[in-house]
């Protein structure tokens, strides 16, 4: 089956204890990219890649960091997470840069 | 002035009734357009995508694009509960690394 896929789907942490949220999809897809979703804010983007080993700043890259070694994963690395960036966030991925196909989300709490 | 507006509702209508949703945009340089759903508790899945001005069919679902007053909209006939959700808009312009832009979505109830 065709996926998104994200690990872990829930998550609370305490303010500073570095974490990853893991994203990976099966469809060999090179466009991926990170979102926060926000109420009232709506989903702003956090970082994308265009590539392997290609990477960039989205909307809100703040508290972020993100790599891509291997085309299928795309990890959202926060090293030191803050109680604002309690959210859930989406991972997605496009053979294109427009349709993208969303994970199911990870909800963070930093408490 | 942002970039994508689109009326956060929510909108709660009768099963059976005719839905409309609506998106405005301020780049004319906008060219694709999409609808995204999202159900509670899940991502968004893409519903509906045209390019430039006109409009698409799928079934119970028509998406319409007017370029000249940058408005979007997408209609639901015959409305079923299962349609409840949140609908989202997305707008890309035409290079191929450009990102979308996410209207907040508008939450849809529809009641039987």
């Known amino acids: 089956e065709a996926q998104v896929t994200q690990n872990p789907r829930y998550l609370i942490t305490v303010t500073g204890k570095k974490l990853t949220v893991t994203c990976s999809q099966n469809m060999n897809h090179e466009y991926m990219s990170w979102y926060r979703q926000d109420p009232g804010l709506g989903l702003r983007q956090i970082y994308y890649s265009m590539n392997v080993e290609v990477t960039d700043k989205g909307d809100v890259p703040e508290g972020y960091k993100v790599s891509r070694k291997e085309k299928r994963n795309f990890p959202l690395i926060l090293e030191s997470p803050s109680p604002n960036q309690t959210s859930l966030y989406f991972c997605?991925?496009?053979?294109?840069?427009?349709?993208?196909?969303f994970g199911p989300g990870t909800r963070l709490t930093v408490l | 002035q942002k970039e994508v507006e689109q009326d956060p509702g929510p909108l709660s209508v009768p099963e059976g009734a005719i839905v409309s949703l609506n998106c405005t945009y301020s780049?004319?340089?906008?060219?694709?357009f999409m609808w995204y759903r999202q159900y509670s508790r899940k991502g968004p899945e893409l519903l509906m995508y045209?390019?430039?001005?006109g409009n698409k069919e799928d079934g119970r679902f028509t998406a319409q694009v007017d370029k000249s007053s940058k408005y979007i909209s997408l209609f639901i006939r015959d409305s079923q509960p299962s349609d409840s959700a949140t609908y989202l808009c997305a707008i890309s312009g035409q290079g191929g690394s450009e990102k979308l832009v996410f209207g907040k979505g508008t939450k849809l109830t529809v009641n039987p």
């Open positions: 997605a991925s496009s053979p294109r840069w427009r349709e993208q196909f």
């Open positions: 780049n004319s340089a906008f060219q694709y």
């Open positions: 045209t390019y430039s001005s």
